[in-house]
Structure formats: C-alpha cells, structure tokens
C-alpha cells in the first residue's frame, strides 16, 4: 500500500518536474523570440557570420604574389631561374627593375611583395664551379607573405641546385649513378598531413566557426539576461514569482531551449559549412556529436552563471565583444597551446571556446577519435558540471534578493 | 554665435563627465578594457617566436649518426625532441592528441644506407592544422636535413679526392640569402601586436561612441542632452565624445609607446607618424561610431554594428590573410575599414620607413572618415529631439 503511494507520489513530482522544465522553456521561447536583439544574435548571428568569414578566407593560399627582379647577371642562366621562379603557383614576375633603387621604389609602393637580386657575378661563379649567391627581400607585412615567398624561391632554387651539381660532380670525374647518389646522399620528404595544401581557412576556419557559436550563444543568453533585469521591478535576474517552484526547473526550463537551438547551429556550422567550403571534415559524425553535447552545456551554463552580473541589454556586448579576440589566441590554434606560459594557459582552461575549438579541430580536422581528443572531452563535462552548480548559486541568489525585496516592499505599501 | 556654440560644448562635456562616473561601463569599457589588452598582448606572446615547440622522432636506426642528426634538431630554435616513439602509428597518434606539431621517421638501418650509397629517404611528417607551428618546425627540420645531407656530401668528396676549394660548390651551388624587410628576426608579436592593439582600440572606440549617444535615445534623456547643449546637437556631439577623444588618444599613444619604445618592434620613422596615424584612428572610430547611432538610432542595433564592424576590421587590415588575395568584394570592402588604412601606414612608416608621401593619401582617407557623421546629421538631430525610436 505505502509502496503504491510512494510511486504515485514520486511519478507526480517527475510530473510536475517535468511540467515546470516545459513551462520555462515555453516561457523562454516566447521572450526570445518576441526580442529582435536576442534574434539577431540566436538566429542571424551563426547563420551569417559563418558564410561570411568563409566567404572572406575563400582563397586558402596566396596565388601569384608578386615579385621584381634585379638581374645584373643577364645570363641563360639567370633567365632560365626566373622563368622558374615566375613558373611557381605561388609567385609572379610583376617586373623588371634595373637597380635595386628602382625596385625598392615598387617594393615602397607595395606594387611588389618581393624582390630578388641576382648579382652581376652569378653566371660567372656558375660558371667556375663556385658557390653563387642569390640575394631575396620579402615582404613581412603578413607572415603569409614571408611564408610563401620562402618556401617558392627555396623549392626553385633547390631544384636548380640539384641539376647543377650533377654537372659539378660529371666535370670531377663522379658519373652516373654514383653521381645521383652523391648530389642527394639522404633525400628527405616533407609531407604534411590534415591540412594538406597548407590552406590558410583550413587552418584558422574551425576555430573561428566555434567561436562563432560561443559567442552569439553567450551574447544572446547574456542579453536576455540584461533585459529581464532591466524590465524586472527590482532589476533583478529571475523574479520571485516567475520561477514556478524549484530553480533547477527555471535552470533546465531555459538550458533546455538554448541546447535545441544550437544543436541546429552545430550541425549547420560545424558540419554543412565545412562541407560546402571545402574546408576539413574528416572527423567520424558520432565522436563529433559526443564532443559537440558536453561543449554546448558548458557554454549554455557558462553564460547563464556569468549572465548573473549583467546589469543591462548592451553590457555583455560592449564588454565582452573583444573578448572573441582573446578567447581565439587562448585556444592554442594560432600560437601554440605548448608555448602559453603558465597563468594563461590556466586562465585558457576556464573557457569552454578553449576545449571546444581544440576538440572541435582534432576531432574534424584531424580524424582523432574521442580517446585522442579525452582532455578536451573530460574538461567540457567538468565545466559543464562545475557551471551547472554556480548557475544554480547564482540563480538561487537572486531568487533569494528577489523575495527580500518583495517582502521589504510589501512592508513600504503597508506603512504607506 | 560661437559663443553659444562655445558654453554648448562646455556645457555638455560637464555633463558627460558626470554621466561617465555614475556607470562603471565607461571606465570599464575604455581604461579597464585597454589596459588588461595591454597586459594580455605583451605578456603573451612572451619569446615573440613560439620556440622549442614539441616535436618527436621514431628513430628505427638507432645508429650514432640519427642520435647526432636528433641533438642537431634538438639544438634548432623551433624544436624541442619530447618523445622518442617506436612507431608510425603511435607518433600519428601523439599527433592526433595535439601533443606533438611534427615527427620526424628515420627508417631502419638508415645510416647503413646511407654509407652504402642506397639513398635512404628521411621523412619528416608535419601537422599544418595548426599552421604556424608546423611551418615553423618545418622550416628547421628541413634545414637540418640540408646541412646533415652536406655533410654526408663532404666526406664523400673528400674521399673521391675532390678539391677542397670545389666542395662548398658541389655541396650547394646556389645559396640563398633571405632578407625579411623590417623584421629581421620573424618575430611573430610584431604581426599580430602592430594590429591587434590598434584594432581593440579601434572596437572599443566604436562601442563607445555608439554606447554613450545610443543610451540617451534609450533612456529618453536625448531632449535633455540637446537642449544643455544649447539646441545644437554639432555642441551635444563634440562636448559629448570630447571626454573620450582624450581617455582613447591618451591610451593609444601609451599603446604606442608600448610597442616601439618598450617592445621595441621595428620603428623606422618618427614616432610622431604612429602617434598622428593613431589620433586619426580614434577619430575616425568616433565618427563611424555617430554614422552607426545615427542610421540606426536604436541602441542594440547600434552596437552590434559597431562590434561586428570592429571585428571585421582585424580580418580588413590585412595582417593575417594579405588583403590582395581576397576575394574581390571583400578586397574592395576593406577600404571603407580605417584599420586597412591605419594597416598600411604602419606598413609604410614603422616597418618599411618610407619617405612620408606614400602615407600622404591614407592619413587624408582616415581624416575623410570624420566627415561621415554630416551624413546622418539631421536623422540624429530628429531621433534625439523627438524620440520617436524604440527603446528595445
């Protein structure tokens, strides 16, 4: 008998657990949506932002960057190293100059990126059998710039190096094959792997695309937040009645919407906008998902606890918009994770942007699975938990202010 | 006249000071802001270069001559040997968990062939997810290979009885003698700092300016604010922006201080060109800052104009990704960002020390940005005398 009421009792509390959970994600719903701000945000946000940043890095490399030469050695020779130059993908001949004076005068008006200074002498100590020189200037305005120019005019001249030592060893008497052997003793094969064509959006793309996701997410939680308080009597985060018994049902009411929302975010961003832009996506679907879940509760949950302490609609984003900056650098994707000194690599941990991008970019960039990719995996539960907890502290602090105020302020309209 | 307009501004910029007192967004968004940029910028990036980043071998020869050729990586600037790995799986594995950028696979009996003329092929595998890091590994591993395959070469020719004034050519006929203009050492801080400093000025300049007229449009104070200027919203404006004209110029000049003066980056003109190119970036960031407002007299709207246009405009600079290889819509976008202009006479000036005349055209673009908000002039006026806006 007792057994039975247990169950029918502990069945109608789950009920109205669930009930409540229902009721503020309906609650939710309606005031997102009724709110332009927190649409932009929720809906134009990440389904703009990705396009446009794809858009704008659509060019992985840098294709014919162009360079002047100085040739004073007018020789077949140095012909024959500046058709090879002008032959690479990644460099073109944009002209002539006859002085470095003149060149530098196109390098000053950024005509060029590059020059190259083929001295008077070239063809003559080629001609010798001793060692010439070639002189490169490069453009480090962007390190893509030097990046490029280096590895183009290292590959041609190499190249070029390598026939010209078959003739140097044919004229010392080694022949052959053993000459082969003695021009490359130990060739040596640079082969790079995941981002093949070493692209540029391969690279930094991921990153951004998640960051996109935390951000709009976090302003958009933020701002709603902003907004109740400021429409809120008290300026306060959750008031007393709107609750609807138990915090933990406001808490998974509200974490409930935002996680559907951008479940349909993740899997446009980070799995239909790779696809169509060609950028990497070879990570499995089912470890992608397991890693996406605990990296969108902890940012839900992040947001929510900070939200606490906006006070207005436009604070977060005024205060926090340069932050996106920050959170990228701190992901470890552009200088790397190994070289962030002490203090910033903890601060790093705190956010969950860090352990998403990392994961999000081992994951589908570089096929790991959830084993290799375990520290991420792990800390985006922990946070998740841990930012759980300090909602729930947060909220219930407020519930707490809440009731204060509004016993204090039935006391005022009794006296009054 | 000028008199009025005169106490107008007065008037208004008293007003604002004690505005910008009663809210810590203010100070929090200009000073607070800047100031952790500065402390996070500078303390970053720390060696400029990432050096001794991780790297690991799977070294199946095991012969004197690969431990030598694993010191000489070791001894490399990039570099450092963390992980002595016993196969190419577990190395792509270390790979995969972001422990490792590259890995260099020394093949069995490696030395053996190499003494008997079999050419065995070194291979260094590099991980270009993470760009930077592995060009960077790259390039030393690719050089050390370079001077191990010279030597091998040497000793070889000395044997055959080659003459020791031919080898050097044999070995390498053709050197190359790189020259990086303005940043001989790569340092990697100059990149980003010369850029990224200015562009968190340039966003927080642009919020700002948003913030403090589009909260008067907000809270319904914008009658109050024009008529203290004495009914003219060219006074309300000025006396307005004048406190954070000041607080923006004073902490752009400290960042440029900070990174010529205190970072020594390369400065190869008059500090006086970096200071002009930045007072003329806080005032054309103000000036944008009113077109926004004045398009969109509607606070949030405002201001994620304002963020996303701060955002864009690091990617507009052209620093990270040369602005020539953009698309073309995005290429000729670009110029309407001042941080693009500010980009290039950083260029001209601090890096490459060009003769002034190269910057004359970008200094008067950015000054023609001042001139937006006459654009919006009258559709502000009207937005803040009649309110006719929503709040929301």
New interface residues.
């Given amino acids: 008998m007792n057994d039975k009421k247990d169950k029918s009792s502990s069945q109608n509390s789950i009920q109205s657990i669930l009930k409540g959970i229902w009721n503020n994600f309906v609650h939710e719903l309606k005031t997102s949506f009724r ?3 927190v649409v ?1 945000m929720f809906i134009l946000g990440p389904l703009i932002y990705p396009l ?2 794809a ?5 992985e490399t ?2 014919d ?1 162009p360079i002047g030469i100085v040739d004073n050695s007018h020789s077949s020779f140095s012909s024959q190293l500046i058709r090879n130059l002008d032959a690479t993908e990644n460099m073109k001949i944009y002209s002539h100059y006859s002085s470095m004076a003149e060149a530098q005068q196109a ?4 005509d060029i ?1 590059g020059i190259i200074y083929i001295p008077k002498e070239l063809n003559y ?2 001609c010798k ?19 490029t120019i ?1 590895q183009s ?2 590959y041609t ?1 190499l190249n ?2 390598k026939k ?2 078959i003739l ?2 044919n004229a ?1 008497g ?1 022949t052959g094959e ?1 000459a ?17 064509g ?1 692209g ?1 959006a ?3 793309l991921p990153g951004i695309l998640v960051l996109i996701l935390f951000q709009t997410l976090f302003f958009g939680i933020t ?1 709603l937040a902003g ?1 109740s308080r400021e429409e809120n009597r008290f300026h306060l985060l959750v008031s007393a009645k709107a609750h609807c018994g138990g915090i933990f049902r406001v808490i998974c009411g509200k974490a409930a919407l935002y996680f559907l929302v951008y479940s349909v975010w993740i899997f446009y961003a980070l799995g239909i906008i790779p696809q169509l832009f060609n950028l ?1 996506h070879i990570g499995n679907p089912v470890d992608l998902i397991k890693m996406m879940i605990p990296f969108l509760l902890a940012a839900i949950f992040f947001s929510m606890s900070v939200s606490v302490f906006i006070p ?4 977060s ?3 926090f ?2 932050f ?3 959170l990228l ?1 701190l992901s470890g ?9 002490g ?2 690599k903890v601060f790093a941990w705190i956010f969950p942007s860090t352990h998403g991008i ?1 994961g999000y ?2 994951i589908n ?4 699975d959830i084993q ?2 375990s ?1 991420e995996y792990i800390s985006l539960w922990a946070q998740t938990a841990m930012y759980f907890v300090t909602t729930s502290i947060a909220y219930l602090w407020q519930i707490k202010k809440s009731e204060r105020k509004q016993i204090t302020d039935n006391e005022i309209s009794i006296i009054v | 006249m000028p008199n009025t307009l005169l106490s107008g501004i007065i008037q208004t910029f008293k007003r604002e000071l004690k505005r910008m007192v009663s809210r810590p ?1 203010y100070l ?2 200009s000073i607070g ?1 800047m100031a952790f ?1 500065f402390i ?1 910028f500078l ?5 400029g270069q ?5 790297v690991a071998v799977v070294d199946l020869d095991n012969s004197s001559f690969s431990r030598q050729f694993i010191r000489n990586l070791k001894s490399t600037q990039h570099i450092d040997i963390v992980e002595h790995l016993s196969s190419f799986k577990e190395a ?2 270390e ?4 422990k490792i ?1 590259t890995f260099v696979f020394i093949e069995h009996d490696f030395y053996k062939n ?1 003494t008997t ?1 079999r ?17 960077l590994a ?2 030393d ?2 050089y050390m ?1 370079l001077l ?2 010279g030597g ?2 040497r000793q ?2 000395r044997a ?1 009885g ?1 003459d020791e004034s ?1 080898i ?16 001989p050492w ?1 340092n ?1 801080g ?2 980003l700092l010369n850029v ?1 400093l200015p ?2 000025l340039h ?2 300049t642009l ?2 300016t948003v ?1 403090c007229i ?2 008067e449009l907000k809270e319904r104070t914008s009658k109050e604010w024009i008529e203290n200027a004495d009914n003219s919203i060219f006074a309300g404006l000025m006396g307005k922006l004048l406190p954070y004209t000041i607080i923006f110029i004073g902490l752009g000049l400290i960042g440029n201080l900070l990174l010529y003066k205190y970072m020594h980056f390369p400065l190869n003109s008059s500090i006086g060109w970096m200071f002009l190119a930045t007072i003329l970036l806080v005032l054309s960031g103000q000036a944008l800052g009113i077109l926004f407002i004045g398009i969109l007299p509607v ?3 405002g ?2 104009v304002a ?1 996303v246009f ?3 405009s ?2 507009a600079a ?5 602005v020539e ?3 073309y819509f ?1 290429r000729e976008l670009t110029l309407a960002f001042p941080m693009r202009h500010y ?2 006479i950083y ?2 000036q601090a ?2 020390g ?2 002034v005349s ?1 910057s004359l055209t970008k200094y008067i673009i950015l000054l023609g940005f001042t001139l937006l908000p006459l654009f919006v002039y009258k559709r502000l006026k009207s937005a803040a005398k009649d309110m006719n806006y929503p709040t ?1």
Avoid at chain 1, 186 to 191: A, K, L
Avoid at chain 1, 334 to 340: A, D, F, G
Avoid at chain 2, 50 to 54: L, V
Avoid at chain 2, 119 to 135: D, H, K, Q
């Fill in positions: 709110d332009r701000g932009i446009l940043y858009g704008m890095y659509l060019n840098l294709v960057v390098y000053d008006n950024r990126h100590k080629i059998n001793e060692q010439a020189t070639v002189s490169v200037y490069c453009d480090v305005s962007s390190f893509m710039y030097y990046r280096y005019c290292n001249i070029m190096s010209i030592q140097r060893l010392s080694i053993s082969t052997m003695i021009a490359d003793p130990m060739p040596y094969q640079n082969i790079s792997l995941y981002n093949t070493g540029f391969s690279f930094l701002m907004t990497p207005n609609r436009e604070t984003m005024i205060l918009m340069f996106s900056i920050i650098f994707i552009t200088w790397p994770q190994s070289n962030i000194n203090f910033w990392q970019i081992k960039t570089m096929g790991s290799h990719a520290f | 967004i929090l968004g802001i940029c996070f303390t970053f990036f720390n060696d990432p050096e001794k980043m991780p792509r594995e790979m995969q968990r972001g950028y190499v003329n050419r065995p092929e070194m291979t260094f595998y590099v991980n270009n997810a993470y760009l930077i890091a592995g060009s790259a390039k591993i690719s290979s191990t395959s091998i070469q070889v020719l055959k080659v031919q050097m050519g044999i070995i390498q006929p053709i050197m190359i003698d790189m020259h990086s203009i303005g940043n790569i990697y100059t990149y990224l562009a968190m966003l927080m919020m700002l913030f589009g909260v606070l949030r709207d201001i994620t963020g701060g955002t864009l690091i990617t052209g620093a990270t990704f040369p290889q953009l698309p995005f980009f290039l260029v001209n890096l490459n060009v003769t190269h929301k």
